[in-house]
């Protein structure tokens, strides 16, 4: 199961964080969209965010062979640079990890820079594509885990801003694909047959090429397969 976290705090996403996370999980982190001397501050925000829900057993995510998910029940994204986090992503070939990790019925929780991380391109955070990230690492290479059905995310999205809605339908127009806009105060849950559902409480806006944005509002459901269909 995935979760999209629109980059809100553990508060604003409580509805989805209570489909996610459960006492007693093990609970690995890949906290690489931050900067090195951040981390241990990431990892104590996760702790400190958890323990209003029970008890964890929570570890940073390492280079080994299966970086970190031999044991885990739950791997969580954390936000910061995105284009920083690919390029971890990159350079460690950790890919095929995520995808082994869900066919093992592990949950992967993103947030944010996490989130984006499970669409299938990132470059829609780009300050100069109109998203809130500095390019730094000059990567040719943009695409992201693409976990599903090819749609790009867009989290922080603000309903009530001009700029974000033109970004996305510009996004979804230029390249033909979807753009899932995630608010802060909202999750988004997609279940191993590639159903979404928006956990709330705000509506999810979806984004389609050359056609007006569909509003989707708590514990709505749809599915994406190159168009927005709704699920009875």
Not at 103 to 115: D, E, I, N, P
Request: proline content about 3%.
């Amino acid at each position: 199961m995935l979760y999209l976290g629109g980059g809100g705090s553990e508060v604003d996403e409580a509805r989805s964080w209570d489909l996610v996370f459960q006492s007693g999980q093990r609970i690995t982190v890949w906290s690489f969209a931050q900067p090195s001397n951040r981390i241990r501050r990431v990892m104590d925000w996760v702790s400190s965010a958890l323990s209003q829900r029970g008890h964890f057993y929570i570890q940073l995510g390492d280079r080994g062979p299966r970086f970190g998910l031999e044991q885990a029940d739950v791997l969580v994204i954390p936000g910061g640079n995105t284009l920083s986090l690919l390029q971890w992503v990159q350079q460690n070939g950790f890919f095929t990890a995520v995808a082994s990790f869900l066919k093992g019925g592990g949950k992967v929780y993103g947030g944010s820079a996490g989130a984006i991380l499970l669409g299938a391109d990132i470059a829609i955070c780009d300050v100069k594509n109109g998203g809130l990230d500095e390019n730094e690492y000059t990567l040719e290479d943009t695409q992201g885990l693409d976990l599903l059905n090819g749609a790009v995310v867009f989290p922080h999205f603000d309903a009530g801003s001009s700029a974000h809605f033109v970004t996305c339908q510009k996004w979804a127009d230029d390249h033909s694909v979807i753009v899932s806009a995630i608010p802060e105060k909202c999750g988004v849950e997609v279940d191993e047959t590639g159903i979404f559902r928006n956990a709330g409480p705000d509506s999810v806006h979806l984004f389609r090429h050359r056609r007006d944005a569909a509003s989707l509002i708590s514990g709505e459901d749809w599915y994406i397969d190159g168009r927005v269909t709704a699920v009875d």
